[in-house]
């Protein structure tokens, strides 16, 4: 069976079951901040496990699509020289919230494994949980699986990782046992089953894990029943394909084999067997997808996990021969197309984003073939060094590998990676050391990590009811004071109140939460925000005057001038999304928004500054069909149903059953729960206020509307009168104006640079018959007036050329700012470097320098100790020509 065809047998089994096949999730996991990229199939369900999503299902499958690169199972290093360590793999997996559990799990298990897949029964091994009595005597009783090939394996304490056969979402929150299924790839390979001293061997192959959750686990350790037990499991499609295609290692598969022959052929090697092509093949399937989902190069979080992998596979296409004769041959974006071939099939997008995908990493690998040569050169010449030298001298310093990370950006294990083919070490502390001004940005970086139940517990559900009123009569359903349930509060209180409904928008999907006011005949409540608390809406404030009792009726009113103006330029950024896909590329993807009263922020894929002629072709695109007045119109369907609309997606907005079709004209099909105008037109005139990017590959718009959009207009069009004004002329030819002056600033610039450079000769002429003569040399020492700094070498050279044997240092002033110059004649520079004369000066003003041994320059910082520097030289100059 091919990959694509195991991977249809598995969704196709499961639905078989009823279960709801569900589409793999982006590798960026939405409202997590838990995960630096999904790892599991489960990352997509994990608040179903929690209990804090409700689907229309109980069961479903899926194949995900996942990224581990670093951690304790996939050092990256490893990654092409084991037979299954990968950065990006697929995972199959089949989940019960709630529904089934142990019997039914392992049943689908066993039948899918020997009836659908057909694979010999003799050649499984099972494990289970030491303490689950449970699931052993179903596979020992049930389905008869013989006892001898059941290994029970302990949790090593409660560690998370799956192979200790107890699982755990994180430090806290749901857990429970695992079951595991090894096969076994023959005598013929070294290793023993699980559970024996041989186990990491590669004869027994995990390829299908089964965690029964049942369990809540607090910060002290206690672990109670979950009321729903679930099930989640996962099967890894590269490992179940290597054995049906009757291969031990996972680059032998299909998938593998063809991306390896493909990249083979692109660089001209014969072996395929080359541990680089299996680098490559893996990695361009990681970097793809990465920027397929939105990722792009950086030097932090995801966006440095992509580059250190884009850096890595082209080391080794470097390594193969990518690049010859000084001219550096771009391979990697290249292998996106085969790479399309293999798996479109499954995930289309690869096909939708291929322009986008091969452009973000072709930039990546140009702007690394700039200092890859110089790079290896500094490494290979240190590692030359050291493979001379006894073992206990065959460690890179962690200085070198430092410089190679901070000037030619090597990631370390790109560093580490090479240092372990010729048999070095690297001097890791060192590192460490010289990294330790980065490590505190690296650290908050990396700040992935929550306590489960550490959130704020709210049981309520509050019903929206404000897309159609802004006003409505509600009971208090939970008060809250400092985080604590309370039955009242009082004059002053800074509180959170819970209604059972209300026409109040909580922050979601980038618009704001609304602000107004709660009240009754005596009490009036200031809502300053509204939150989300699990199914529950937040009124976020304080009470400023009366008393509010949980149980009361209260009156809720939005303050509806700032909801109407939230609401156009919320409007409007569906609206500009659309502009913006429509002229720069469907590759452009929302990476996050801020929708207030006063403007709207988009952020958004694009790996180059958008013109100004493109954001007047945007702006105008958008009033356009403001101008159109197109009525807003709001459909719910289900997901597939907005999925064959059209209808995309909002970046980081999580989606139910039903979902809300935001439709103005075709133009623009979004799923949005947020509030919007009736018609286009209400929106008012539209007005792009910047530009700018704020990260690698991700640009900022700003812009306002309505009333915003005319302030700013007509701010802009008085300090337009104003410029006429000091101009003396019609504002409507201020840039004609303006450019005129520019024109004459640029000649009188130069004017007054010739009259300098006349100066400056003039004063070397008179400087010359200053030199004092020490034995037959000329030294000259002098702080120079109403010259400019960057004259000072064309008097340098005058003078040096009037003195002949000479030695001189030449100073300029400007406020506490120094500017040095020291020259030497060649004959002389055997003795007197200009370099260390020059640095001699410069330390006591507070600066430092460098340059040629004949010409140098330095600068300071304080003017004031710079006659005794100069009065510095002569002695020690003196010294030197002895």
């Known amino acids: 069976m091919t990959t694509n065809q195991i991977r249809d047998a598995f969704l196709k089994y499961f639905e078989s079951k009823n279960h709801q096949v569900v589409d793999s999730s982006p590798l960026v996991p939405a409202n997590d901040p838990t995960l630096l990229f999904t790892n599991a199939g489960m990352v997509q369900f994990k608040d179903c496990f929690l209990g804090t999503d409700k689907r229309s299902y109980s069961r479903a499958t899926s194949s995900q699509r996942c990224v581990r690169a670093g951690g304790k199972h996939n050092d990256l290093e490893n990654v092409g020289y084991t037979a299954r360590h990968h950065t990006f793999f697929e995972m199959l997996g089949n989940f019960s919230f709630g529904d089934y559990f142990k019997q039914d799990a392992i049943n689908y298990c066993w039948e899918f494994l020997t009836e659908v897949l057909k694979l010999p029964k003799e050649k499984l091994w099972v494990t289970v949980y030491e303490e689950d009595q449970e699931a052993y005597e179903i596979w020992s009783k049930e389905l008869g699986f013989p006892e001898n090939r059941i290994s029970r394996i302990g949790d090593n304490k409660g560690a998370r990782y799956a192979s200790d056969n107890f699982w755990a979402m994180g430090d806290t929150g749901p857990c429970g046992p695992c079951t595991e299924v090894f096969y076994d790839h023959g005598e013929h390979i070294w290793g023993g089953p699980p559970g024996t001293p041989e186990e990491d061997g590669d004869r027994f192959i995990e390829i299908w894990n089964l965690v029964f959750m049942q369990y809540n686990r607090h910060k002290d350790g206690t672990m109670e029943p979950l009321p729903k037990p679930s099930v989640d499991t996962g099967m890894g499609l590269e490992r179940i394909a290597a054995i049906m295609q009757n291969v031990h290692s996972n680059y032998e598969i299909d998938i593998f084999q063809n991306l390896i022959k493909a990249t083979a052929d692109l660089l001209g090697v014969n072996d395929l067997d080359n541990k680089s092509l299996r680098v490559i093949a893996d990695h361009i399937r990681s970097c793809a997808f990465m920027v397929l989902d939105g990722v792009v190069p950086s030097n932090e979080g995801r966006g440095y996990v992509l580059r250190r992998i884009v850096r890595r596979a082209i080391r080794h296409g470097h390594q193969l021969g990518a690049g010859s004769e000084g001219e550096r041959t771009a391979f990697f974006a290249d292998l996106v197309k085969p790479l399309a071939q293999e798996m479109a099939q499954a995930y289309p997008e690869l096909n939708e984003q291929y322009d986008f995908i091969v452009k973000v990493l072709a930039k990546e690998e140009a702007a690394f073939a700039k200092t890859l040569d110089r790079g290896m050169a500094i490494l290979e010449t240190d590692i030359a060094e050291r493979s001379e030298q006894a073992d206990s001298s065959r460690v890179i310093p962690g200085e070198t590998v430092f410089k190679l990370y901070d000037t ?217 069909k403001i101008y159109e007045n197109h009525p807003v119109e709001v459909e719910l369907t289900d997901m597939d149903s907005a999925k064959e609309q059209g209808a995309m997606a909002l970046f980081g907005e999580k989606y139910g059953d039903e979902v809300r079709v935001l439709s103005m004209s075709p133009f623009s099909v979004e799923l949005c729960g947020g509030t919007h105008v009736e018609r286009t037109g209400d929106i008012g005139p539209f007005k792009i206020t910047s530009e700018a990017g704020i990260a690698a590959g991700v640009r900022r718009i700003e812009a306002v509307t309505g009333e915003g959009a005319v302030a700013w207009m007509q701010s802009s069009e008085a300090a337009l009168q104003a410029i006429g004004a000091l101009l003396k002329s019609d504002p409507n030819h201020a840039a004609d104006k303006v450019s005129q002056l520019m024109d004459k600033s640029r000649q009188l610039e130069k004017t007054i640079e010739q009259l300098q450079s006349k100066l400056a000769s003039s004063q070397g002429s008179d400087l010359a018959s200053q030199a004092v003569l020490v034995g037959e040399t000329k030294i000259l020492v002098s702080k120079l007036e109403g010259v400019e700094a960057k004259s000072l070498r064309e008097i340098q050279d005058q003078l040096k050329n009037k003195l002949g044997s000479s030695i001189l240092v030449l100073a300029v002033a400007k406020g506490d700012r120094v500017s040095l110059i020291a020259g030497v004649s060649k004959d002389l520079t055997a003795k007197v470097k200009a370099g260390e004369l020059v640095n001699m000066v410069a330390q006591q003003v507070g600066g430092k320098g460098g340059g040629r041994p004949d010409m140098a320059q330095a600068g300071g910082k304080d003017a004031a100790a710079l006659p005794a520097a100069l009065d510095s030289v002569l002695p020690w100059v003196k010294e030197k020509l002895v």
């Open 408 to 624: 030619f950006g090597f990631p370390k294990d790109l560093t580490a990676d090479i240092a372990r083919e010729k048999g070095l070490e690297i001097d890791w502390d060192g590192f460490e050391k010289a990294m330790q001004a980065q490590r505190e940005k690296a650290r908050a970086a990396s700040n992935f990590g929550v306590d489960y139940n550490d959130s704020l517990s709210i049981d309520e559900q509050s019903e929206f009811t404000g897309y159609d009123h802004l006003t409505q009569s509600s009971l208090v359903t939970k008060l809250l004071k400092e985080d604590t349930e309370v039955t009242e509060i009082l004059h002053g209180d800074k509180a959170i109140v819970i209604l059972k409904n209300t026409p109040f928008y909580a922050e979601s999907g980038g618009q704001v939460g609304d602000k107004g006011r709660l009240f009754d005949k005596s009490a009036n409540f200031i809502v300053e925000d509204t939150q989300k608390l699990g199914e529950a809406i937040a009124h976020i404030g304080y009470l400023q005057s009366g008393t509010i009792s949980s149980g009361a009726e209260l009156t809720a009113e939005v303050d509806g001038k700032l909801r109407q103006d939230t609401m156009r330029n919320h409007s409007a950024t569906h609206l500009m999304h659309a502009a913006l896909r429509e002229l720069l590329g469907s590759h452009v993807q929302q990476k996050g928004s801020l929708v207030e009263p006063d403007k709207l922020r988009f952020d958004f894929s694009h790996t180059e500054a958008v013109t100004a002629a493109e954001l007047h072709q945007i702006e105008s695109l958008v009033n356009q």
